[in-house]
């Protein structure tokens, strides 16, 4: 059996690219870690899961929960989960894990190279049967991330599927912040029965427990935070939906691997395609959902 120490000395030979090396992270399980004068971030090979992303001259704009589990088998609360094949609990098999096993599984490197700005990307992939799936991450002075799928080899029905990357962002505090953009949009509200309701033709504001999916969201979103003095632009392609999430107390309480304190220091804006707006792929094509990350 290969030793962790042996992966990472494998990746750092093989991956030799300037600001970019390999480590073991938290729970003994192995992580990417770029240093570059534009940006510093950190990737994990289980779930793919982005921990880490800091511009230059900003503070850090992921968040991660202190209660967080690095285990085999478990999601990583906080960062960027990806969530694949389905989002939410599993509509046919209630025992399936929820939001699909893209999160779970284990990833390998398939390229690492320099940007032109002075960053790195990075591409990881994974097999999810029917699906062969792609995940580039550019860390830089923005955030790009895409997740690119297809169907496998020798697939030759079209395949439905759901994808979000649910991105956890850090805030001074939930209930001072707003966001812009989803103005317009009709939602899903989960905590009222995934009642539909109407565009509210207002801001995002944060007054108790949120857990909405907007659909045909395909706008530029807004994270205005002015204790941190600073706001946050998600631009996006390939997605047709935006979910909004903050556990606030009581949930929070419930979930073992966050904090039960941490609610206010944390806003999810995903980047997703559900519902409605899930993807059918036909054979011999690809789909690439994109969010572009920016702090202005």
Same mark, same amino acid.
């Given at each position: ?40 971030? @950190?990737?994990? $090979? =289980?779930?793919?899961?982005?921990? &880490? ?8 704009? %992921?968040?991660? *929960? ?95 599927? @759901?994808?979000? $990357? =649910?991105?956890?962002?850090?805030? &001074? ?8 953009? %989803?103005?317009? *949009? ?111």
């Amino acid at each position: 059996m290969v030793s962790l120490m042996q992966t990472v000395q494998s990746l750092c030979e093989q991956f030799k690219v300037p600001g970019l090396h390999f480590e073991a992270g938290q729970g003994g399980l192995t992580k990417a870690v770029v240093a570059t004068p534009v940006a510093s971030g @950190e990737i994990y $090979l =289980h779930g793919a899961h982005v921990t &880490s992303w800091q511009p230059a001259g900003h503070e850090p704009v %992921l968040w991660m *929960s202190r209660s967080s589990l690095f285990q085999p088998g478990k999601p990583i609360r906080g960062g960027v989960p990806i969530c694949f094949p389905w989002f939410g609990p599993n509509a046919s098999d209630p025992s399936a894990p929820a939001h699909g096993f893209a999160r779970t599984a284990m990833w390998e490197v398939a390229e690492a190279r320099p940007t032109a700005e002075g960053g790195i990307s990075m591409t990881l992939q994974t097999r999810i049967d029917p699906f062969a799936v792609r995940f580039t991450v550019e860390f830089g002075s923005v955030l790009r991330m895409t997740l690119a799928t297809e169907l496998a080899t020798g697939v030759s029905t079209s395949h439905r599927f @759901e994808d979000a $990357l =649910h991105t956890y962002f850090s805030v &001074s505090d939930v209930r001072n912040i707003s966001i812009t953009g %989803l103005e317009q *949009s009709r939602y899903i509200d989960k905590l009222d029965g995934a009642a539909e309701k109407p565009a509210t033709g207002v801001a995002i504001e944060f007054i108790g427990e949120t857990d909405r999916v907007y659909f045909d969201s395909d706008s530029e979103c807004h994270l205005h935070d002015p204790g941190r003095k600073r706001t946050i632009a998600i631009s996006t392609s390939g997605s047709q939906s935006t979910v909004v999430w903050n556990p606030w107390i009581a949930k929070s309480a419930r979930m073992p691997d966050f904090g039960d304190h941490e609610w206010p220091e944390m806003v999810c804006i995903e980047t997703a395609n559900v519902g409605v707006n899930a993807v059918e792929l036909a054979p011999k094509s690809i789909h690439s959902t994109t969010v572009v990350i920016r702090v202005q």
